[in-house]
């Protein structure tokens, strides 16, 4: 399996998005200036983010039909050159320019296959306790380090929906990495979440900040409490999981766009699952499980030390990996 080191290679070799074509709303067949002033206050700047969208979501946005919204969308992707068949030597080529961020732990580093990647959902999940928290802030400083060290020398949009992000705990894990305290709390721009609306529409704000500054890492700690809260009981159970899917895919759409690492943290419910060998699951069911790319589930040992276990991948074996949560952050 790789090692630390070997994830600090792989992010060395991580570079900034490629440009974007430079091409104007307007250009587009089909829309006009007041067309294209509606699409950019719903967030569609570029064309990238519009040849990736949905088409309902852009008919909603600009007020138009779905079939218009369609053959925009369509002419997008056209001039973007996204969308079509390509050989499997292209992805891979691809795939090379991925980054990865160091956990601290060359453990759970191995686990994830050279550490967090971008462009993929990376799930913590487990009881209170176990580090989800500890992870999500130790990998918002991780980012900020030198490609050399297993950082991609960007900054983080951090959603705090449980009011658990301490700016104390990023100084502390700051002096660790050997970051100064105060230029790393500089580069996480924080937001609570008030609720799951508010939580989604933080994402499209979120674009708005990578547009003036190298977002790679944005944090959803946690991931489902604001949907599990307001949508209680099973006659609520259908609307919940749309809402949580169009929030998933909102997400995943933001690593795509800016060669992001998206990390996400989940509760567990108390329901016996062979699966994770503990009688507790994340909540969320097939639709987090199906949007998350790698998820780990937490579970604490003798203090200091937790236990990761990577239990769904689509291209590494599950595992386990031992960490300790230190005064400094999150150690071997």
Do not use: C, W
């Not at 973007?80 to 992805?91: I, N, W």
């Not at 979120?206 to 409490?225: C, F, G, H, M, N």
């Not at 949907?227 to 759409?253: D, I, K, T, V, W």
């Amino acid at each position: 399996m790789p090692s630390k080191s070997t994830a600090r290679s792989a992010g060395a070799s991580d570079s900034a998005p490629e440009p974007r074509p430079e091409i104007a709303l307007e250009d587009l067949p089909g829309i006009g200036t007041t067309t294209a002033e509606k699409l950019r206050e719903s967030g569609y700047t570029d064309l990238m983010e519009l040849a990736v969208a949905s088409p309902g979501d852009v008919a909603e946005a600009a007020e138009i039909g779905v079939a218009i919204a369609q053959k925009i969308i369509g002419e997008a992707r056209r001039k973007a050159d996204v969308g079509g068949f390509e050989p499997g030597t292209t992805v891979l080529e691809r795939r090379k320019r991925l980054g990865r961020i160091t956990t601290n732990s060359k453990a759970v580093d191995e686990l994830l296959g050279g550490g967090v990647e971008t462009q993929a959902i990376t799930e913590f999940s487990g009881e209170f306790g176990t580090g989800k928290t500890q992870l999500a802030h130790q990998i918002a400083v991780d980012v900020q380090l030198p490609t050399a060290q297993g950082g991609l020398e960007g900054e983080v949009v951090y959603i705090d929906t449980e009011s658990t992000f301490r700016p104390e705990r990023i100084v502390d894990m700051a002096k660790g990495a050997g970051l100064d305290p105060e230029g790393a709390l500089a580069k996480i721009h924080v937001a609570r979440a008030f609720n799951s609306n508010h939580q989604m529409l933080l994402v499209a704000k979120a674009q708005e900040l990578a547009r003036e500054k190298p977002i790679r890492l944005l944090v959803v700690d946690s991931l489902t409490a604001h949907f599990r809260s307001e949508y209680m009981g099973r006659g609520e159970l259908a609307p919940r999981q749309q809402h949580l899917n169009r929030h998933l895919h909102e997400l995943l759409r933001f690593g795509d766009t800016y060669n992001a690492a998206i990390v996400v943290t989940n509760q567990v419910s108390s329901r016996p699952d062979i699966l994770f060998g503990d009688p507790t699951r994340p909540i969320g069911g097939n639709i987090v499980a199906h949007a998350a790319t790698y998820r780990l589930y937490l579970r604490k040992s003798k203090p200091p030390k937790r236990i990761a276990r990577l239990i769904d991948s689509p291209n590494l074996p599950e595992g386990e990996a031992v960490y300790s949560l230190t005064g400094e952050g999150v150690r071997d």
